[in-house]
């Protein structure tokens, strides 16, 4: 579901930029605003976003040298704000996180290659901040760890493929006990 939304929003985007071909000019002074498009050498678009009074602000989606879909995000005053997806080359999703004012807040996943859920946790201030849990390929927990202000604090389970406890410890200011 959320691969049609970004193929869905990625065929707006560029049907709405085919007439747009808005390469940057070679000016230094020049302060973009509006809609920005910029195309390789092949003319093969590799960055679809907005600017306003030169600050990136809006959705962006970057591209690598063949068309293939990186990264989307959102800027907010030239600042990351919101959710920012990236791609493997396999087309599936590698990693969502969560920005405010461009620093990492909120929630993040990590995936395999084949799409499958590697990492969950989340961020505050920049920094890992309670529970990350890491999965097996087969979608079951592997080890969980407890975060507070980016360091290793509090619990940790480590589980088999089976989900069965192999090992429990706790750690404090980074250091395991």
């Known amino acids: 579901m959320q691969m049609k939304h970004i193929y869905f929003t990625l065929g707006i985007l560029l049907i709405t930029t085919i007439s747009c071909n808005n390469k940057p000019s070679n ?14 050498n092949d003319n093969i678009i590799t960055t679809i976003g907005n600017f306003s009074n030169g600050k990136k602000d ?23 704000d919101g959710i920012q997806i990236t791609v493997h080359g396999t087309g599936k999703i590698d990693t969502k996180s969560s920005y405010s004012d461009g620093i990492l807040n909120g929630t993040y ?7 499958k859920l590697l990492e969950t946790g989340s961020f505050k201030n920049g920094v890992k901040d309670g529970e990350v849990i890491w999965y097996y390929d087969t979608g079951k927990k592997n080890i969980t760890y407890t975060y507070q202000n980016g360091e290793l604090n509090g619990p940790s389970k480590t589980f088999d493929e089976d989900g069965f406890l192999l090992e429990e ?6 250091k395991k006990l």
């Open 109 to 115: 996943e990590k995936y395999y290659k084949t799409g």
């Open 27 to 40: 000016q230094a002074n020049e302060i973009l605003d509006g809609q920005y498009v910029n195309q390789n």
């Open 58 to 80: 809006g959705y962006f989606m970057y591209f690598d040298n063949k068309g293939k879909l990186l990264a989307q995000e959102n800027y907010k005053n030239d600042q990351l």
């Open 169 to 174: 410890s706790t750690y404090k200011n980074g």
